[in-house]
T-cell receptor, first 110, second 114 residues
């Protein structure tokens, strides 16, 4: 299973864009990058996923580098409710299982 | 609401006992995943089923077992419970195995072993 590396914590001002980086240098060609977040002890919430192209949905944008070794999750206008632990995951192409790392704790400040 | 239902939401039991946690996947989803999250710990992958068959195993203790039934709901059985088994247990489901499809999580079962 490909591993990911994320900063332990980040701060962001409310209303500004939050850019969360992730390294996944051992990703295979058919493996997708997924992002989830967990607010307090709630169930992880799906945010977005992508293979090689940049993706955007109502929650966020995902930018994947051309060599696919890293990606950035962008929350365009962070709010206090976006304070959470954000997980970048490379999903197994064989089983589809999601292996969570330690994630990035994002603190959005007023 | 993710569409994944876990019951019960809370469970308190004594050491040495056995409990069963239940997960109903989203309608149409064939794959079910189980995770354990101890206090201030990350999400540990336990086991995965796809259409009734076990597909992947993580760090699941021998005291724990799971199955997926023909109606696709899944149960996680925890036996000979120890204090250290106190944790949040999450279930997730997805329609397929391959990447490219979303996997959605339930709100979890909080197990407290006293």
């Amino acid at each position: 299973d490909a591993k990911t590396t994320q900063p332990t914590s980040m701060d962001c001002a409310e209303g500004r864009a939050a850019n969360l980086p992730c390294n996944h240098s051992t990703i295979s060609g058919n493996e997708y990058v997924y992002w989830y977040r967990q607010i307090h002890s709630q169930g992880p919430q799906y945010i977005i996923h992508g293979l090689k192209n940049n993706e955007t949905n109502e929650m966020a944008s995902l930018i994947i580098t051309e060599d696919r070794k890293s990606s950035t999750l962008i929350l365009p206008h962070a709010t206090l409710r976006d304070t959470a632990v954000y997980y970048c995951i490379v999903r197994s192409s064989n089983t589809g299982k999601l292996i969570f790392g330690q994630g990035t704790t994002l603190q959005v400040k007023p | 609401d993710s569409g994944v239902t876990q019951t019960p939401k809370h469970l308190i039991t004594a050491t040495g006992q056995r409990v069963t946690l239940r997960c109903s996947p989203r309608s149409g989803d064939l794959s079910v995943y189980w995770y354990q999250q101890s206090l201030d710990q990350g999400l540990q992958f336990l086991i995965q089923y796809y259409n009734g068959e076990e597909r992947a195993k993580g760090n699941i203790l021998e005291r724990f077992s799971a199955q997926q039934f023909p109606d696709l709901h899944s149960e996680l059985n925890l036996s000979s419970l120890e204090l250290g088994d106190s944790a949040l247990y999450f279930c997730a489901s997805s329609v397929a195995l391959e990447g490219g499809t979303e996997a959605f999580f339930g709100q979890g079962t909080r197990l407290t072993v006293v």
